[in-house]
């Protein structure tokens, strides 16, 4: 997984194409399974680039222990999402 650098942002752009296809998809499972809610990149690329899809961008303005406790959701959600697709496209 690629990360830019936040460049004194508040905020950090990922690059999950080698894991994930539909960013829209992954975050809205996110937010209904772990309630994090990470925003994809659909809304920061160019449509017609499909980069958008590839890409999420995490906010990280807020409270400290908020902060970690949505990343320790996240990692514990993401241990099993990847699985979870490759199922998914297998039975599809």
């Keep these: 997984t690629d990360v ?28 209904e ?3 994090v809610a990470i925003t994809p990149g659909t809304d920061f690329e160019d449509p017609a680039s499909d980069l958008g899809s590839k890409r999420l961008r995490i906010s990280y303005c807020g409270a400290t222990d908020d902060i970690r406790e949505g990343l320790r959701r996240m990692r514990s959600w993401w241990q099993s999402y990847p699985s979870r697709l490759t199922k998914a496209a297998r039975t599809s």
């Design 33 to 35: 399974e772990a309630g």
């Design 4 to 31: 830019a650098p936040a460049d004194g942002a508040f905020y950090i752009y990922v690059d999950v194409s080698k894991q994930v296809e539909d960013s829209v998809k992954m975050c809205w499972s996110l937010l």
